[in-house]
């Protein structure tokens, strides 16, 4: 007897739970045949807003742990992306990639999650900076975590584009709502069950599928997130994304780039990107 | 003030009393009758703080925010009371005078409620004389679930007296009672005992208020109006922090106990943080934005 296959319902993440959208919609994700492939979560603004809820409350006690500690967190999400290779291999030809290209990603994207982990203790030594003043101060500038950031994740390299941009943004303490890719969101919810399963404190990372046009104004537009980075080059959307950002002056960065796989895709100036210099006066004569 | 008869107390079926409240969380709510809720819902909140470290500073502080909730938010309610322990009462009740704000006092040993009749009689005397407006008592679980129903009956009708003016809320800490038949069973002997209000729980107690918990309370409160046309309140308790929730709490009352339940004077939310929840979701329908917590008083 033939057997009936059991496929994955994929869902969001959000605070360490996988739950369902509020809105109760899905939209389909099809293959070159026009086969489907599954249906997604077409998450709504409450979605949003509850996963900020959650990257909010964990920021503090994320922020605070050691710059080390942060380091075998991501290094360990590597670990266990290493042990599920062959699934993301998988799934990344379900939707139309070569074998030698998807097992090609997935390899860079581990590489990048230790290359991150690397530098967790050591960015903060890159830029950071003692200042020579004419008066009797001791004046240095260190990096301090932004806060919660929103991503539109690139639609390009679902798995190895998401990545390459959380990994620098949580290495800094900061935590995240992401927009998995809309092309592509499976690879991108299949990842979080990895995050799920390390040492990633809930709500740390959060992963919502869903429609750019839909959702874009709400990752601009909300008072308590502290900056966003948007991958694409659609300049209406960039457009929106810097007007409603200046509401509570949010930092925007804006990722145009499209060659993920590259070197240059991973630098500690990402870290950076996410950071707040503070500045500090320290009198050292009274 | 009699006795109820426990033999004739409705048996819960469990199962049916969870089907039910589900049904009352997926009620869609269109966007006017939204604002109008959560209007409702801040009117109906005892504003509370109940920790070792309280201070008569940090009263002072929650009593400006129950009477200036979001000065930014034009026509919005102040809260219906302040909940604090007895030796800050006087606090509150200095800082609150001239509005129509309450001052709500534990009492008899709260959370655990296991101390002597006689320090629980002046406990209550004590927050009663330093003014305070309504008193919320604990039962003695413990008594409850040996089987002691007349030493829980009496103790609450003792508690009743001294209250005097001051109207009375009975806290049957629904956590430790393990079973909704006998979240019935003491919501009986409660009202009739004399309560004014029954309370879910102390918030000490992890879980504090649930919706089926309440639901059962619920049903109690409108068995006891049909036999003798007496309305008692109903206070939800603990876990109850976000705006989305209060709602589903509203339309849980308005489904079961109807529209003379929804005010103030019958039913209450005790929380801590669910005031902010509610403030942003009404300056969100207000500006289109979410709003961060930091733009709001601490609690």
């Known amino acids: 007897m033939a057997r009936i296959n059991v496929l994955k319902t994929y869902k969001n993440f959000i605070g360490g739970k996988f739950p369902r959208t509020e809105s109760g919609r899905y939209f389909q994700i099809k293959n070159g045949n026009d086969e489907l492939l599954a249906n997604m979560c077409l998450s709504s603004r409450k979605d949003f807003r509850n996963a900020v809820v ?36 998988e799934e990344l ?19 990048r999650l230790i290359y991150y982990a690397g530098w967790s203790d050591k960015f903060q030594q890159v830029f950071s900076s003692v200042y020579p003043v004419a008066s009797n101060h001791f004046n240095f500038s260190l990096l301090q975590s932004v ?39 499976m690879v991108g919810i299949s990842f979080a069950e990895v995050l799920n399963t390390s040492d990633v404190p809930a709500g740390v990372v959060n992963i919502l599928t869903g429609k750019r046009k839909e959702l874009l104004s709400h990752f601009a537009s909300h008072k308590d997130v502290n900056a966003i980075i948007y991958c694409g080059d659609n300049n ?21 780039h499209k060659n993920w796989d590259h070197n240059s895709s991973q630098s500690p100036f990402f870290i950076e990107t996410c950071q707040e210099l503070k500045t500090i006066w320290h009198p050292n004569k009274v | 003030m009699s006795f109820p008869n426990l033999l004739t107390v409705p048996k819960i079926d469990k199962i049916g009393v969870e089907e039910r409240v589900n049904r009352f969380c997926k009620r869609s709510i ?15 909140i005892d504003l509370t703080t109940l920790d070792g470290k309280d201070t008569p500073e940090n009263v002072k502080r929650m009593c400006y925010k129950a009477n200036h909730l979001h000065d930014s938010l034009q026509g919005i309610p102040k809260v219906a009371a302040v909940c604090v322990y007895p030796t800050m009462v006087k606090y509150a009740k200095k800082e609150l005078k001239g509005t129509k704000i309450k001052v709500a006092s534990v009492a008899t040993g709260f959370p655990s409620g296991q101390s002597s009749l006689d320090v629980k009689l002046s406990d209550t005397k004590f927050a009663v004389n330093e003014g305070a407006d309504e008193i919320d008592m604990v039962i003695s679980r413990g008594k409850f679930l040996a089987g002691e129903y007349n030493f829980v009956f009496d103790e609450i009708a003792s508690i009743k007296e001294v209250c005097g003016k001051a109207h009375l809320k009975v806290i049957l800490e629904t956590g430790e009672l393990d079973t909704l038949d006998n979240v019935r069973k ?28 309440t639901y059962v309370m619920l049903n109690a409160i409108k068995d006891y109006y049909k036999k003798t046309g007496i309305k008692i ?67």
């Open chain 1, 93 to 111: 030809m379900m939707t139309g990639l070569s074998k030698l290209h998807a097992k090609n990603e997935v390899e860079l994207s581990i590489d």
């Open chain 1, 147 to 185: 806060g919660v950031v929103s991503v539109i994740s690139p639609n390009e390299y679902s798995l190895l584009g998401m990545i390459s941009v959380i990994a620098p943004i949580i290495v800094g303490g900061n935590t995240c709502v992401i927009l998995s890719s809309e092309k592509n969101p």
């Open chain 1, 54 to 89: 959650f990257a909010r409350k964990v920021q503090k006690s994320w922020q605070n742990k050691s710059s080390l500690n942060r380091g075998q967190v991501l290094y360990r999400v590597a670990e266990m992306l290493e042990g599920r290779k062959s699934q993301f291999i």
């Open chain 2, 233 to 299: 309140g109903m206070k939800p308790a603990g876990g109850i922090s976000s705006a989305k929730i209060a709602l589903q709490y509203l339309v849980m009352l308005n489904e079961t106990l109807g529209y003379e339940w929804m005010n103030k004077d019958l039913f209450r939310f005790g929380a801590s943080s669910l005031a902010n929840d509610v403030l942003m979701q009404l300056q969100r329908q207000e500006s289109g934005y979410y709003e961060s917590i930091d733009y709001f008083s601490k609690d």
């Open chain 2, 30 to 44: 269109k966007n006017s009758s939204k604002t109008h809720g959560l209007h409702l819902a801040l009117s109906m």
């Open chain 2, 186 to 213: 003491a919501s009986e002997i409660a009202i009739y005992a004399g309560a004014d209000f029954i309370k879910t729980s102390t918030g000490k107690i992890n879980p504090a208020s649930t919706m089926p918990v």
């Open chain 1, 236 to 256: 209406q959307e960039i457009k929106e994304i810097q007007h409603l950002s200046s509401e509570n002056l949010k930092r925007v960065k804006i990722y145009k």
